[in-house]
């Protein structure tokens, strides 16, 4: 009986002292940065490396300033803008980009993408819809 009588204390000490620990709360805090300084933008997938002219189009700029893409995007609720996913890695491109930091060539009017001929419609946010 003893042995009964022990374990059975042991049981209630137990009980006692996991109702008066300190439950732990978790918080996740992620800290993101600055978005990448890119003359013509970036692409909105993780390493977030600088696109080359002519990826985005017109419409992702505003004053001459893109308006993000990815965890940084700043644009409307509704809003979709157009990219030629040509330019993208993902699809087999491997030309020219420019690095962090570099300016826009002078002739590479950001307001008027020359000739540029989206194939993609994407929302900023990494989602991709109909061309329209």
């Known amino acids: ?49 600088c696109a080359p002219y002519g990826y985005y189009g017109p419409e992702w700029f505003s004053g001459g300033i893109f308006v993000g893409s990815g965890p940084w995007f700043h644009g409307d609720n509704n809003f979709r803008g157009h990219v030629n996913n040509r330019f993208h890695p993902d699809h087999g491109y491997r030309g020219a980009t420019p ?19 989206g194939n993609e419609v994407r929302d900023g946010r990494g989602h991709t819809g109909n061309k329209r």
């Open 1 to 49: 009986m003893t042995g009964f009588k022990l374990v059975l204390l042991s049981a209630v000490a137990g009980c006692c002292l996991m109702a008066t620990a300190p439950k732990a709360t978790a918080q996740l805090a992620v800290e993101i940065g600055a978005a990448p300084d890119c003359p013509y933008g970036y692409y909105d997938a993780a390493p977030y490396n």
């Open 99 to 117: 690095q962090r930091g570099e300016r826009a060539a002078a002739g590479n009017r950001l307001d008027k993408v020359s000739h540029f001929k």
